[in-house]
């Protein structure tokens, strides 16, 4: 008798734990962002075509070359070079040192850039918004360069 009501009650108490652990699908798409890659085309604020992406396109090279990075953005204005980009989940605890090594390689390969390397999340998204927007010409120069140091500044705030 005993062991029927521990039986019933471990059963009770297992269906209560898995239907507070159940979703209704709320949010489905925000959980899924960090796990997806985006993997949009270098931009320059300045001469948004395509026929003058050079050293962009090599930075994105050596950045997605590191194994921990798996998704990268990279905008630039003028000598400056924002750098935004995603780490695999297990390596999210060395996020400074990887930080650190991937600036210190970028401004020993390519002199005469100022890099703002980041891989918080914010600053990814906001890159790539800003990416997306000079991309569709949805956004006037004067504009994306004032968005462009908005984003440097939230970096700066950051750190």
Do not use: W
Request: hydrophobic content about 40%; proline content about 2%; aromatic content about 6%.
């Amino acid at each position: 008798m005993m062991t029927i009501r521990l039986c019933i009650q471990l059963l009770v108490i297992f269906i209560l734990f898995l239907s507070g652990c159940a979703s209704n699908g709320d949010g489905k798409t925000e959980r899924l962002a960090l796990l997806k890659q985006t993997n949009p085309k270098p931009m320059d604020i300045i001469d948004a075509t395509d026929s003058k992406i050079g050293n962009e396109e090599a930075v994105k090279k050596v950045v997605t070359k590191n194994d921990h990075i798996y998704d990268v953005v990279i905008v630039k204005n003028g000598k400056e070079m924002l750098v935004a980009y995603k780490i695999k989940h297990l390596h999210r605890f060395r996020m400074k040192q990887i930080e650190q090594k991937l600036t210190k390689d970028l401004n020993k390969k390519f002199e005469g850039i100022h890099f703002v390397v980041s891989s918080d999340y914010k600053i990814f998204l906001e890159a790539v918004r800003l990416n997306k927007l000079l991309r569709e010409n949805d956004i006037p120069r004067e504009k994306a360069k004032k968005e462009f140091k908005q984003i440097i500044e939230l970096k700066e705030e950051k750190t």
